[in-house]
């Protein structure tokens, strides 16, 4: 395989995936940012008391994770909607795409597994301390794990090309 087929094999669907939970949170933040300046905002993801995702994103986790405001304190800059955290980190993930070297997927799986914890810790969050259902927290949940399994699909793409392209190099030169 070279490097522009392993390119063409994941390039796509997970810069494809990351533009999807990028324009996830987007609505997301845009959601939360309506609701901070009119509290009767319905969103169009608020199907019922039980499915609402305004129910979640105004809740104290619905920024900084509901972590940043105790440790940084409620005025901190860090302390933004969880939507924007994902418009920076979907916008990386894409961008890390551009670039086939095994070192920088390397860093690309190591923000996927970070990804993912956070999304259980936001699951258990959802389902157990707010009882709601989000459907756009839980497209993201699923974002984060599509583009952990391509992360580690194209990683061992790369690695295995470095190696034979690497080889190649060194009988070349032992001619």
């Known amino acids: 395989m070279s490097v522009n087929e392993c390119k063409c ?5 997970m810069v494809l995936s990351s533009l999807i939970g990028l324009l996830l ?20 993801c608020d199907l019922n008391e039980g499915i609402s995702c305004t129910k979640v994103f105004s809740s104290k986790y619905g920024k900084g994770f509901g972590i940043i405001h105790h440790v940084l304190g409620e005025e901190s800059v860090f302390n933004q909607p969880n939507g924007l955290f994902g418009i920076f980190f979907y916008a990386l993930i894409a961008l890390l795409c551009f670039v086939n070297d095994s070192n920088v997927a ?7 597994i970070v990804s993912n914890i956070i999304s259980l ?8 301390v707010l009882e709601d259902f989000c459907i756009v927290c839980v497209s993201t949940y699923v974002v984060n794990g599509i583009n ?3 992360s580690v699909k194209r990683y061992h793409s790369l690695v ?5 392209f690497g080889q190649k190099m060194v009988d070349d030169k032992t001619k």
């Open 121 to 128: 810790y936001l699951a258990y969050l959802l389902y157990f």
């Open 9 to 13: 094999q994941f390039f796509s669907p």
């Open 148 to 150: 952990l399994y391509l």
């Open 106 to 112: 390397r860093v690309q799986i190591y923000l996927c």
């Open 160 to 164: 295995a090309i470095e190696r034979e």
């Open 25 to 44: 949170s987007v609505y997301s933040t845009h959601v939360e940012i309506q609701l901070e300046l009119d509290n009767d905002y319905e969103a169009l």
